[in-house]
């Protein structure tokens, strides 16, 4: 793929997973549903359209007309582009990164994968996040046993808050899902 994580990119292939589409819908859906990850629109829409069609993950699919309005092309994704989709949606669920818009956006669109293969992907994060917390427990006691004083290690207190929420967090949403409280048929094929 073009970018590291393309968030645009994987919301027009979720999209697209879900039902063939141009690019004026697309960009109309991401509005109404405040996919607030996505920045730059519509140009950054319309750029990563043209990437994923010249990766061949979409396709033209044919042309759309509506009353006056001029010819559009809709697309639809491919075998490829399914693959790719889950692959991204599964490494944005279990590695966490410091910018978290990528695991908002793959929450966004978990809907994508099918329900035993997310909830295995955030199992894994939430590992990693348990492991990034003892570690950060360590590192938080090692600087006062420096001495150094505790406004200049805020930053590590701030991410340790932030890890210990998501993994609150986390560990709800695997709560909901052992109650039946939410479940999902995956929008992409096997």
């Not at 990766?55 to 994704?77: C, F, N, Q, S, W």
């Amino acid at each position: 793929m073009a970018r590291r994580h393309d968030l645009v990119g994987l919301t027009v292939l979720a999209l697209l997973s879900v039902r063939a589409s141009h690019p004026y819908e697309l960009h109309r859906f991401i509005v109404d549903t405040h996919k607030d990850y996505i920045t730059g629109l519509p140009r950054s829409l319309y750029h990563a359209v043209e990437r994923l069609t010249r990766d061949e993950l979409i396709a033209p699919a044919g042309t759309d007309r509506e009353g006056r309005r001029p010819e559009r092309t809709v697309y639809e994704i491919t075998d490829e582009g399914r693959q790719e989709l889950r692959t991204r949606l599964r490494q944005l669920l279990e590695k966490p990164e410091p910018d978290r818009r990528a695991f908002v956006a793959a929450i966004s669109l978990i809907g994508c994968l099918p329900m035993s293969e997310a909830q295995r992907a955030l199992r894994g994060r939430a590992a990693t996040i348990e492991g990034l917390l003892t570690g950060m427990e360590a590192h938080i006691r090692a600087l006062a046993d420096s001495g150094l004083p505790p406004v200049l290690t805020l930053e590590v207190e701030v991410e340790r808050a932030l890890y210990a929420a998501e993994l609150k967090w986390i560990n709800d949403l695997s709560g909901r899902f052992t109650r039946g409280e939410l479940d999902w048929e995956s929008t992409v094929e096997m």
